[in-house]
């Protein structure tokens, strides 16, 4: 009897183990010692950016053209962010944090679209300011890319590192709450840093996608 009962609990153990590997799919290796490419990567240096950027936000059928001008801090990861219509209007004024947002100016027009600040806001955080991969994170070879998973607060954050170029492509996290993935793409050199060219945001439950195309970028 005591044999049995250890064999169904050893049973029970093994079937309720789960392992980080087990969330990747593809081929599958663990990735090489080396730190020193998420210290290179634009969101660990500790600089402030001036940057402009054009795009669109389109949620549900609504399309909305916009400009915009930044001033990034990587340093204490907030964002003075100015937003504008394609014909520069301006539409309205935010300082955002990693957590939080607030509202220093919204035209009458940013007031009457429907959740377009709160977009704005959440798009810039998960963007610029918040959910990157950290040295300590499991990382994996997955299909010839490096792959970081993390547990977070908010749910399962993954990202992405071409190490041919060093350079992060994306990120995906996914909860019961939410699931939303950044697509990076195209580099541009900032003082010998690497910035992404084209942002695309996606926030797939809430039905809404920022694109971001970087248009001028220096060091302040």
């Known amino acids: 009897m005591r044999l049995a009962s250890l064999i169904f609990i050893?049973?029970?153990?093994?079937?309720?183990?789960?392992?980080?590997?087990?969330?990747?799919?593809?081929?599958?290796?663990?990735?090489?010692?080396?730190?020193?490419?998420?210290?290179?990567?634009?969101?660990?240096?500790?600089?402030?950016?001036?940057?402009?950027?054009?795009?669109?936000?389109?949620?549900?059928?609504?399309?909305?053209?916009?400009?915009g001008f930044m001033v990034l801090n990587t340093n204490d990861a907030t964002a003075d962010v100015v937003i504008m219509t394609g014909l520069d209007i301006k539409l309205a004024t935010l300082k955002i944090s990693r957590s939080s947002y607030k509202t220093m100016y919204a035209s009458?027009?940013?007031?009457?679209?429907?959740?377009?600040?709160?977009?704005?806001?959440?798009?810039?955080?998960?963007?610029?300011?918040?959910?990157?991969?950290?040295?300590?994170?499991?990382?994996?070879?997955?299909?010839?890319?490096?792959?970081?998973?993390?547990?977070?607060?908010?749910?399962?954050?993954?990202?992405?590192?071409?190490?041919?170029?060093?350079?992060?492509?994306?990120?995906?996290?996914?909860?019961?709450?939410?699931i939303w993935t950044v697509n990076y793409e195209g580099m541009v050199e900032i003082n010998g840093i690497i910035f992404p060219e084209k942002v695309t945001f996606n926030e797939i439950d809430r039905n809404y996608v920022v694109t971001l195309l970087l248009t001028s970028a220096k060091i302040q």
Not at 49 to 64: A, E
Request: hydrophobic share 35%; glycine share 6%; with cysteine.
């Open 108 to 178: 009458p027009v940013a007031r009457r679209i429907p959740h377009f600040l709160e977009q704005c806001a959440f798009s810039i955080q998960r963007i610029f300011l918040t959910d990157f991969p950290k040295t300590e994170s499991p990382c994996f070879m997955v299909d010839d890319m490096r792959e970081y998973i993390e547990e977070t607060l908010d749910g399962t954050l993954r990202s992405k590192i071409d190490p041919s170029s060093e350079f992060m492509t994306g990120k995906i996290l996914k909860s019961n709450k939410e």
């Open 10 to 67: 050893l049973l029970f153990l093994s079937a309720c183990s789960v392992t980080t590997t087990s969330m990747v799919t593809g081929s599958v290796s663990s990735c090489p010692a080396d730190s020193a490419i998420l210290g290179s990567q634009w969101f660990n240096q500790k600089h402030t950016y001036r940057l402009r950027h054009g795009g669109i936000l389109q949620s549900g059928k609504n399309t909305i053209p916009i400009t």
